[in-house]
């Protein structure tokens, strides 16, 4: 790339959004994060999608388009909010629009809404509590990058999936020292996979009209870190284990035990990707009884092994 006095300047773009010619890129996996956010909202049962991002942007267009796409899988429908190309529209303006206002409130519900990022998705919490419309009982949220404060000056706070930036910039500068020794980058840029979903309250909860089944997944989602089993879910929603296995299969697609392991799993995911804890620690705060149990479980979710995953993710 040129400079302003005409030399040539070795250059990494970090965003899938205005890429140039001949610069490599270095930016995350925009479809796997939709996938992430759409697998999450799926396991709630939300009967309703839709999306929400920018009028302009390669990475949000790109993550509607996943978004849509893992949820049609499932046999449903996404609604996207319809930019006014006439008249455009200001992402983040100081008025309200009332055509979000509008379809939000057109939306049918409950239903739950992916966001490019999560300003959108703030954004959408403020307007939602303008409207009268409840987080996450008639709207569920999630939007992207995991941005702390963002997420905990909502409220509810907001769910989100959280973004590698760490790794992304690593690998950037990696490929410019690269670069500055002569070698050629890949015409492909390297995608950087997100780490995983934050859940917070914005998508805390279970549109399951089974009762029964919304306790037992409630009660395993609050307590997979502590050492329960089978038995312990069924004295929080008591009924036969055999009827209650069988409307998890038909609900989930999954036993209740599969469904213990896969919370578990996803703490641990979370936890390899964002602390130093020892392995030991992992599977302990996890709820596996023993760092061979948390192995055997990872690997039969995720096809490699916790300490593969962790450096994957770094």
């Not at 549109?207 to 009660?219: E, L, P």
Request: aromatic share 6%.
């Amino acid at each position: 790339m040129g400079s302003a006095d005409g030399r040539r300047v070795p250059t990494v773009a970090v965003s899938a959004n205005w890429i140039m010619k001949d610069v490599p890129a270095v930016y995350a996996d925009d479809t796997a994060i939709a996938r992430m956010a759409a697998e999450h909202l799926l396991d709630l049962r939300l009967p309703h999608f839709a999306s929400y991002g920018y009028p302009v942007g390669a990475h949000s267009a790109c993550r509607q388009d996943a978004f849509a796409a893992r949820v049609a899988e499932n046999g449903m429908v996404c609604e996207r909010y319809p930019w006014n190309v006439r008249r455009p529209e200001a992402a983040h303006a100081v008025r309200i629009s009332r055509r979000i206002i509008a379809w939000l409130r057109a939306l049918p519900k409950p239903v739950g809404i992916f966001a490019a990022n999560d300003h959108l998705a703030w954004e959408l919490s403020e307007i939602c509590h303008i409207c009268g419309l409840r987080v996450p009982d008639d709207v569920a949220l999630i939007g992207v990058d995991n941005d702390t404060m963002l997420c905990e000056l909502a409220w509810p706070p907001l769910s989100s999936v959280a973004m590698p930036a760490a790794r992304i910039g690593y690998e950037a500068a990696a490929l410019l020292d690269r670069m500055l020794d002569g070698e050629q980058p890949s015409r492909e840029p390297p995608l950087i996979a997100p780490i995983g979903v934050v859940a917070r309250q914005s998508t805390n909860i279970l549109a399951i009209a089974d009762a029964k089944v919304a306790t037992a997944v409630r009660f395993i989602r609050d307590h997979a870190h502590e050492p329960i089993d089978v038995r312990q879910v069924l004295r929080a929603a008591p009924v036969a284990r055999r009827t209650l296995e069988r409307r998890f299969q038909v609900l989930l697609g999954r036993s209740i035990r599969a469904q213990i392991e896969k919370v578990r799993i996803e703490t641990a995911q979370r936890l390899l990707a964002e602390t130093h804890m020892t392995m030991g620690d992992v599977a302990e705060v996890s709820g596996f009884a023993s760092l061979q149990r948390l192995f055997a479980a990872f690997r039969r979710a995720t096809g490699t092994t916790p300490a593969a995953w962790r450096r994957q993710r770094r």
